[in-house]
């Protein structure tokens, strides 16, 4: 059961492909406005941790607990993947989910989806609920555009933009939904030192003005170190530790298991 | 002063999407009033330019289906065939209201089009297309088999639609009818894809993972894209027979539905101009000029594929981005001439 205070509690969770144990027996919880890292090696599991929270895979084992809006609780494993987001979970894509077609606004505009209230007969004749409700959902789009600085780009096709403005605007999309919990997959890979720098303040100050967690996996260091609150660290699936950023640091078992990847990579 | 705010007014009015269909539409709306004006304009191309409006229709359904939600259909042709079957045999046999006829010969297609829906959930790419080409020549058979309800090889008959119980059409004010319906049809199709639903559509196309994680619903969304498809399909369909006043089983054959894959490759993929723009290029053009042109007219098999590279090659959003650079060009023609005019 969920305590007071978490939003999201994972207890036991394992998942298998084949032989393979992907997720082994993992447990840990996530605090209201908490930043919490999920941190290990290439491969240690963390895409299939956040492919289980969010139902794109189906977990063998384990419960995973969630707090509602409403202040109740559910278990994700109940729940289809489309379903998710209704419950205040809303997640980035390690390899940046965008449509390319569409410009930036329309982009973040697909993170109200589930806002629209107007029936497709009332869309197609473009009634006038439609039309309001399109509206305003643009409107709040653009101001999530603005909190990014990058409102001078939203009619700008996605198609082109550089990496770290995708970036931006997948995460512009998560927040249309007003979440509980945000979970970013690997958000500073394929970023330079200073927008890793900016992007650690940009996480901090969507928490703030968002009220909501975050949670982010990560298997380079820099970013994780420096916004979270709290860290996990897994490595072939199971847990390792679990602590502050410096406690993780100095862990031994965390070391080894990053010494040991490194050493592979060199081999 | 005032004149200067009238005219921007004008501007803003003319750049206004609802204005510029309702334009377009009044200007398709000219065409039998020129063939009684001016000779030249023969009678035969309302047929022709009718027939075209009507494959557009269908096209827009198709363009929905395969140019915003990526999914595919071969089966275009054998949807509309039905629905021409129904609506004949409903108002003729029946004695039914053509309004009555255009609803039930929507309703039967669509209902079997969301089957169809139902079955993208599991196969996609060439499979989807064989799938959907295997329904369109099962109904193209059923067509040519069920002969006292089409009539089989000799066709089924069907007279110009009466509206409400009063009003019967001619081929003139059919042709009407049509234009009316393609506007609507634009304009339904604008404000769609332009919207929730648009978006929705885009999202299954570029990515099923997004899709999800923002809540579409896959398997709605694909039911949603399958339906509209067969309805505009059926509604193409229904207007076909009333204006042709005849249905064939070779009228609806696998040409028919690669036709209106060609329309809108050639036109513009999620293009609502460049689809009609793509019924013209492929069907008014080869039957209103090419036919003259001894040897021609058989090639339009040919030049359909050879307008396709070339589209593929030059323009791959559509022909209809011609216009776009065309009007760029003056642009720039226009702002250089005005420099010079400063000097
Ligand atoms: N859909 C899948 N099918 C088979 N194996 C998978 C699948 N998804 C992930 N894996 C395997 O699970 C392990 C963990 O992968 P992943 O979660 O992507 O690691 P990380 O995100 O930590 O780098 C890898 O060995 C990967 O090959
Ligand atoms: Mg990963």
Redesign the interface.
Known sequence: MLNENEVLKIEHLSIQFGGLKAVDDLSFSIRKNEIYGLIGPNGAGKTTVFNCI?Q?YKPNKGTIEFRLKNGGSTNLVDH???????LGL??T?QNV??????SVL?NV??????D?K?S?LE????LPR?RKE?KALREEAEEILRRLDIYDRKDMLVWGQPYGILKKVELA?TLM?RPSLIILDEPAAGLNDVETLQLAQLIRRIRDKFDCSVLLVEHDMRLVMDVCDRICAISFGRFLAEGSAKEIQVNPLVQEAYLGSKEEEHA | MNKVKTQLNFKALFKNPYVQFILFGLVLSTLPLLSIQFSFIKSAYITTVGVALIYAIAALGLNLLLGWSGLISLGTAGFMGLASYISAYLTVDMGLPFEVALLAAILVPTFIGILVGLVSLKIEGLYLAIATLAVSEILRKTFEEFDQFTGAFSGKSAKFPQLFGMFQLDRGSTYWLIVFILILVMLITYNMVNGQIGRALNAMRGSEAAAQAMGVNLLKYRLVAFALATIFASVAGVLYVHFIRYSYPSSWTLKLSLDFLAMIVIGGLRSIYGTVLGAFIVFAVPDLFLKQIPYFSQLSYTLNGILIILVIMFYPNGIVMIFKDIRLWVLKLLKKGDRNHVK
Do not use: P
Not at chain 1, 80 to 86: G, W
Not at chain 1, 109 to 114: D, E, F, K, L, R
């Open positions: 969010t794109f289809k993947v489309h379903e998710i987001i209704r809303v997640r894509f989910e965008l449509i390319r077609e569409l329309d505009m697909i993170g109200a989806h589930i629209f107007a497709m869309q197609a004749l473009k439609a399109e999309r939904c």
